[in-house]
């Protein structure tokens, strides 16, 4: 299970969009680090993500070339509260300027590898 422990301010207005679909988000991955922010207009809010795979996540969304950030990019997320602080990932897609939105994770789960190019023969 994928899941992230979130830093969010606990209040009606965080209740209620954490409990929305596809939240907009923005992700950013660097070598073993996957940070999940809402940023403004929403609340801010930053989290950690956990139990997640580089590779798995690479075969459904290419990575940049260079830089700090393997992936940097918005997403939108879908959330389910485990506990204070912690929420499952149940749903999560990335936008990649290349190839458009990337389902990442579906159900709780990660979803179908992606084909990005056409392969050499």
């Given at each position: 299970m994928i899941?992230?422990?979130l830093t969010i301010a606990r209040n009606l207005v965080t209740r209620?969009?954490?409990?929305?679909?596809?939240?907009?988000?923005?992700?950013r991955?660097?070598?073993?680090?996957?940070?999940?922010?809402?940023?403004?207009?929403?609340p801010p809010g930053h989290g950690k993500v956990t139990d997640w795979s580089a590779k798995r996540i690479d075969e459904r969304?290419?990575?940049y070339g260079g830089g700090k950030y393997s992936h940097n990019c918005f997403g939108k997320v879908t959330l389910l509260e485990i506990e204070?602080?912690?929420y499952k990932i149940v749903d999560l897609t990335f936008f990649n300027h290349d190839v458009g939105w990337c389902t990442i994770i579906i159900n709780?789960?990660?979803g179908p590898i992606g084909s990005f190019w056409d392969e050499e023969e």
């Open positions: 899941e992230i422990e209620t969009l954490l409990e929305q679909k596809d939240i907009p988000c923005l992700c991955i660097s070598g073993p680090n996957f940070e999940l922010s809402f940023i403004e207009p929403l969304t290419p990575a204070e602080g912690k709780g789960e990660y």
